[in-house]
């Protein structure tokens, strides 16, 4: 229909001529209230937005000296968090001597992502800040 009679029809029905898709060929009108499209729309993009999950990053604490047994129970943990799409951050602190075998804590953050290798996937692995070392999983 030619835009002077689309008008000319909206006016008759006192609503206003909304271009609904400008991108198709030829742009969509549509013969509609515009205070109630926009009252739609904002509440349409509300409830896209309320639908999206933000991911945010937990963080799991670990030491040398944790027995398997407490490992296995953050494992069970770190598993939830990776089932409800979030990136897990372990570390590791090393204290006193322990700085000294950095082999060792390097051994004990790999063994542990082994524990984790069917929830996760290692993002970066560990590595060195100081004395923690890092390690970041993201959820399969």
Known sequence: MAIEKAIELAREREMDLVEVSPNATPPVCK????GKFLYRQKKQDQKQKKAQKQTEVKAIRIGMRTDLHDLEVKAKKIANFLSKRNIVKISLVLRGRERAHKELAFDQMKAFA???KDKGTVQEGPKSQGNTIIMLINPL
């Open 31 to 34: 013969i509609l209230d515009f």
């Open 114 to 116: 082994e524990m984790l």
